[in-house]
């Protein structure tokens, strides 16, 4: 008898997460109240910190550079930074610190970032909608442990310069219909994912890549994923491509949060 109550019971915990997770849901997702937001300012650009309320002063640090967020206008509570993101602070056990930050800026600023999170052991950059991890992996590439892109590619002026120094770990994730930041690059200003990738593969010098096959949501297109590895350095390259025009995370088409956090926790 105990053991039917302990099956039903896991049967019901199963389908309460499921409910949860459909990617169908038209009705948002609700943030956990086991969240804390912080609203703030670094080094003038508004910034929202996020982590769980019972967090540790030992947790990593996930920074986000995420173009055209408009933080100022929003509350800490309600502020829109898709967050999903935020809930997976739970799930990976770090702090997310999102920042407003466009192609072009100035990112000298994160040098001194470490001084916020005092206790961090570890750093990693992800850049949304814009190609900035890729200029921080040029000009600061021992200032993270990983690096990160979702939906965005290196500026034109940024690849002709060329400046790469150093190995980096580094994850890709892109849409391959995306209409704003196209797969196949925009005229002037930024230069095609390939080649963006292509770059870090270089500096890596990896030697070997392999491709497979990530499971899509329900109806969803195809998600491949690309792996350059066996780098001298250790430091290998992801580039996921999913066949959607998807212009944000990618969320609605696989488990893109997952994904980059299993490659930034190895590393």
């Known amino acids: 008898m105990k053991k039917i109550f302990y099956i039903l019971s896991l049967c019901l915990l199963l389908s309460v997460a499921c409910e949860k997770s459909n990617p169908n849901d038209e009705n948002p997702v609700e943030v956990p109240t086991s969240l804390t937001y912080v609203a703030t300012t670094i080094a003038d650009h508004d910034a929202v910190i996020v982590r769980a309320s019972d967090f540790e002063s030992g947790a990593p640090v996930v920074v986000v550079l995420a173009e ?3 933080l100022s206008t929003r509350s800490a509570e309600k502020v829109d930074i898709n967050f999903k993101a935020a809930e997976h602070c739970l799930i990976g056990g770090y702090v997310l610190c999102v920042i407003e930050a466009a192609s072009g800026d100035d990112i000298s600023f994160l040098s001194n970032l470490k001084s916020e999170f005092p206790y961090a ?8 909608r814009n190609g900035l991890a890729y200029t921080a992996a040029m000009q600061m590439p021992d200032a993270f442990a990983a690096y990160a892109c979702v939906s965005g590619a290196i500026d034109v002026e940024t690849y002709k310069a060329n400046s790469f120094t150093k190995p980096v770990s580094f994850v890709h994730v892109h849409a391959t219909e995306n209409p704003v930041c196209k797969w196949e690059g925009v005229e002037n200003k930024t230069v095609s994912v390939p080649l963006s990738v292509g770059a870090i593969v270089a500096i890596n010098e990896c030697l070997t890549f392999k491709t497979s096959e990530v499971l899509p949501r329900e109806g969803k297109g195809r998600v491949t994923c690309t792996r350059y590895t066996d780098a001298l350095s250790g430091c290998d390259v992801m580039l996921y491509s999913v066949e959607s025009a998807n212009s ?7 488990e893109v949060y997952n994904q980059i956090w299993n490659f930034l926790k190895t590393h």
């Open 68 to 70: 055209d967020l408009k």
């Open 121 to 128: 052991p570890k750093f990693y950059l992800l850049s949304y």
């Open 248 to 254: 944000g995370w990618c969320d609605e088409e696989f």
